[in-house]
C-alpha cells in the first residue's frame, strides 16, 4: 500500500470478475460462490478483502465478484502467473452460462477530501 500525505491516496489493486446465470439460479450460485471463491480470495495472503454484486435482468442475473489486493504479486498467489485468465470451480460449469476467459484487473486510488 502506498499512503501519500498531501492527499490522502491509498493505492491497492481491484480485480473484476463477472459471470451470467438464470436468476432462478442465483442465490443458490452466489451461495457457492461465497463458499469457494470468497473463501478462497479472502484466505490468500495479500488480499484486502471481496464483494459480490449483483444486477437482475429479466431471466439473466449478473454477478461480479470484485476483490482488493496490496499488489499483483499477491493476486499471483490467488490465480496463478497469468492474473489476467479467470480462475474458475467445478461446479461454475454447471450454474454459468458461460465461462468468460479473462478478469479485469486494476490500479484503484481512494481520494478522501479532508472536511
Not at 470468497?38 to 454477478?63: C, F, M, Y
Not at 470451480?89 to 486510488?109: G, Q
Request: aromatic residues 16%; charged residues 30%.
Amino acid at each position: 500500500m502506498n499512503w501519500e500525505k498531501d492527499n490522502f491516496t491509498l493505492q491497492m489493486i481491484a480485480r473484476f470478475w463477472h459471470g451470467r446465470t438464470k436468476s432462478s439460479d442465483a442465490e443458490q450460485y452466489r451461495q457457492y460462490v461465497k463458499e469457494t471463491g470468497i473463501r478462497d480470495l479472502v484466505d490468500t495472503p495479500g488480499n484486502r478483502g471481496a464483494q459480490i454484486w449483483q444486477k437482475q435482468e429479466s431471466d439473466i442475473t449478473h454477478i461480479w465478484v470484485v476483490s482488493w489486493w496490496q499488489d499483483y504479486e499477491s493476486i499471483k498467489a490467488f490465480a496463478g502467473d497469468d492474473i489476467a485468465i479467470a480462475r474458475y470451480y467445478e461446479e461454475d460449469k454447471k450454474h454459468l452460462l458461460e465461462l468468460e476467459p479473462y478478469v479485469l484487473n486494476c490500479e484503484a486510488f481512494d481520494f478522501k477530501t479532508p472536511y
